[in-house]
C-alpha cells in the first residue's frame, strides 16, 4: 500500500466530520458565538447535522442566545435560513446575527427576518 493509502486508511475521523468543518465555534457566550471562519456557506451544508450539533451545544452551556458570524459570508442558503428560523421557534433561543453582508441583509428583509433576529456589526 503507497504512503497516501494508508493515511487515508488510517484516517480517524468520524463519518460526518467533514461536513461538520464548516462550522466554528468561537465562544461558548453567553452568547453561544459560532460562524463559518470566513467561508461561504456550501449549498450542501448538512443542516440536520448542525441542527442537532448546535441544540447539544446549546443545552450543554444553557444559552438562551446565540450569534452567527456572518463576516465575509456572501449569502445565507434556504436551509441555513430554515435553520435559524427553527433555532427560535423549536428552542427558544434568540439568535443574533454579526457582520451579514449587504446582500444577506437585503434577503433578510425580504424575508421580513431582520424582525426575528438582530443585527449587528461587530468585531470578532
Known amino acids: 500500500m503507497s504512503g497516501e493509502a ?3 486508511s488510517e484516517r480517524t475521523d468520524p ?3 467533514e461536513s461538520l468543518r464548516p462550522l466554528q465555534v468561537y465562544d461558548v457566550g453567553p452568547p453561544l458565538v459560532v460562524g463559518f471562519d470566513g467561508r461561504s456557506i456550501p449549498d450542501d451544508l448538512c443542516l440536520t447535522e448542525h441542527r442537532a450539533e448546535l441544540g447539544r451545544l446549546i443545552e450543554a452551556h444553557g444559552c438562551r442566545q446565540i450569534a452567527f458570524d456572518l463576516s ?3 449569502y445565507l442558503p434556504s ?3 430554515g435553520l435559524l428560523v427553527s433555532l427560535t421557534r423549536e ?3 434568540e439568535v443574533q ?3 451579514p453582508s449587504p446582500d444577506v441583509r ?3 428583509e425580504i424575508t421580513k427576518l431582520d424582525r426575528q433576529f ?3 456589526d461587530v468585531e470578532v
Do not use: I, Y
Request: charged share 25%; net charge neutral; proline share 4%.
Open 6 to 8: 494508508a493515511d487515508r
Open 15 to 17: 463519518p460526518h466530520a
Open 72 to 74: 465575509d459570508v456572501k
Open 79 to 81: 436551509g441555513m435560513l
Open 91 to 93: 428552542l427558544g433561543v
Open 97 to 99: 446575527l454579526f457582520n
Open 106 to 108: 437585503e434577503t433578510l
Open 118 to 120: 438582530q443585527l449587528r
